[in-house]
């Protein structure tokens, strides 16, 4: 096969995830990292980030004004079925233009994407940052692109997989410079490692980045926190790893290299989730004087056979110890459970339940798990056929937080889940109240600090943590045009 042509303009597109708990938004890192590596190669682009309220109509605007002659699309599981259509829909318009897609669906399904979407002429698998510079150089022929799915001779094949980047200080943090940066709310994202090196069952992880676990250095981390620090005025950041607190040492030199830049006033949250094997009270101490605020537990279970039949690793008393000196710290801390998990009984779910509302948390989560393909758990539905519906049916519409499983077992029917994940939830809500109440008392405070009025200070304080008062005024930015509101009052008397 011939080498490619190079693509001199490429448009890089976030769908819309209307209706859904994905349709928060946020900078999307992920397309960061495409796009710095799009500039380090010189070659022109765009980010569309069709999530910031754009029609198709508005999409087709920004495709004929652009002109480019590459497209990519960040494809995830869910909706998949409309990223799909978007392509189709792009090329019924622009029939030259060639549309590559990438994200963890191609990570996961790889030729079947392009097989069951003719609209795609390329697919980029695992880290796209390479693939996508080396397609649009034009020097190379389709199969020694590694990562790259392509057609030829009406079938599609595969290069096969590239190496993982080792090396994540050489990458570059993303400065967002082709996105409309003004549009999004007043947090970054912070990508400090890639891969995980552990086994649960239900996770799909190791299937899209990888097992082997790769950091980025202490001071690199600090580099892009003082970038955004000094250039935007950024305060709050928000650590997107799987794995941040892998390596202690680590977390500790990144915490002695804030406080040594005097990065004050700084708000950090592990809101994705961290292992509370990895943590310890001299760590969490390190964290809160940094400014980390937020902590998120992916706990699954509060009984131990159920943490050893879904490969966690982890005991309950690691978990517990983690739990009790973060919520002494004074840290808001979020505990995720899963309900439904393989042989998982109804007393093995309150025993989660119990474990759950034992300590002051800020909140908890209970929710369904989905068998992504590619996994154990997938593999195991699979074969004892406990599947409620098809794959491609379940894979396009579901999710976490909606309650309705995907699959059930002999230990615990549809309607047995369905039930207790509307109790649990509801008692955790009931459980959690307190301590949102508390957290709102220093909000009271801060916003009295600025000037506001006693009565608006008490309102606005009351309602900060609640989830739409979160979307529609913290997330969309109006909060942060208050002065210093994310600031810690201690560090406003500097």
């Known amino acids: 096969m011939k080498p490619l042509n190079a693509y001199k303009r490429v448009l890089l597109i976030r769908p819309n995830y209307k209706q859904s ?12 990292y495409i796009s710095e590596s799009l500039k380090k190669g010189k070659i022109a682009h765009k980010v569309f980030d069709m999530s910031l309220g754009y029609s198709n109509r508005d999409l087709l605007e920004s495709i004929s004004s652009f002109n480019p002659d590459l497209i990519g699309i960040s494809m995830m599981s869910f909706k998949y079925r409309d990223h799909y259509a978007l392509a189709d829909f792009i090329k019924d318009s622009f029939k030259n233009i060639k549309i590559v897609a990438g994200g963890p669906h191609i990570s996961t399904f790889r030729a079947r994407t392009l097989e069951e979407c003719i609209s795609i ?16 150089s034009g020097m190379k022929n389709p199969e020694e692109i590694k990562g790259l799915l392509y057609r030829e001779g009406g079938k599609v094949l595969y290069s096969g997989d590239r190496d993982f980047k080792i090396d994540l200080d ?38 899209t980045i990888g097992r082997k676990l790769r950091t980025r250095s202490p001071s690199s981390v600090v580099d892009e926190i003082e970038y955004w620090y000094k250039k935007d005025g950024m305060r709050i950041f928000n650590i997107v790893d799987d794995n941040f607190s892998f390596q202690k040492q680590r977390v500790l030199d990144i915490c002695a290299d804030i406080k040594k830049r005097k990065l004050s006033g700084l708000i950090l949250s592990c809101r994705n989730g961290i292992r509370a094997d990895t943590i310890d009270k001299q760590t969490l101490i390190a964290m809160k004087e940094a400014g980390f605020n937020y902590l998120a537990f992916g706990v699954e279970s509060g009984s131990e056979k ?35 998990l393989p042989h998982e009984t109804e007393k093995d779910a309150y025993e989660s339940l119990q474990l759950a509302v034992k300590y002051p948390v800020f909140d908890i989560r209970f929710y369904n798990p989905i068998p992504f393909p590619g996994t154990e758990l997938y593999e195991w539905v699979k074969q004892n056929k406990y599947f409620r519906e098809k794959e491609e049916t379940y894979l396009n519409h579901s999710s976490h937080w909606v309650n309705n499983p995907v699959f059930e077992t ?52 009351r309602l900060y943590y609640t989830e739409i008062f979160q979307k529609v005024i913290v997330e969309s930015g109006i909060a942060s045009r208050l002065k210093d509101v994310f600031i810690s009052p201690k560090a406003r008397k500097k």
Not at 121 to 136: F, K, M, N, P, R
Not at 185 to 200: A, K, M
Not at 426 to 438: E, Y
Not at 448 to 457: A, T
């Open 306 to 340: 159920m943490l050893s039949i879904i490969k966690k690793g982890e005991k309950l008393s690691d978990v517990e110890k983690a739990i009790s000196d973060a919520c002494g710290l004074g840290y808001m801390v979020t505990l995720f459970f899963i309900l439904g």
């Open 121 to 136: 002429d390329y697919g980029v698998a695992l880290e796209g940052e390479d693939t996508i510079l080396e397609l649009c």
């Open 170 to 207: 050489n990458i570059g943090f993303p400065k967002y410079e082709y996105l409309e940066k003004d549009k999004y709310p007043r947090f970054i994202p912070l990508l400090t490692s890639r891969g995980c090196p552990y086994s649960c069952i239900f996770c799909p992880v190791k299937v």
């Open 410 to 461: 002999p230990e615990m029917s549809a309607g047995l889940r369905k039930k207790l994940y509307n109790e649990f939830n509801k008692k955790a809500k009931k459980h959690t109240l307190k301590t949102k109440l508390k957290f709102s008392a220093e909000m009271e405070n801060i916003f009295s600090g600025i000037g506001l009025p006693v009565f608006i200070s008490k309102i606005l304080a």
């Open 21 to 32: 708990h994905y349709e928060y938004v946020g900078l999307p890192a992920g397309l960061g």
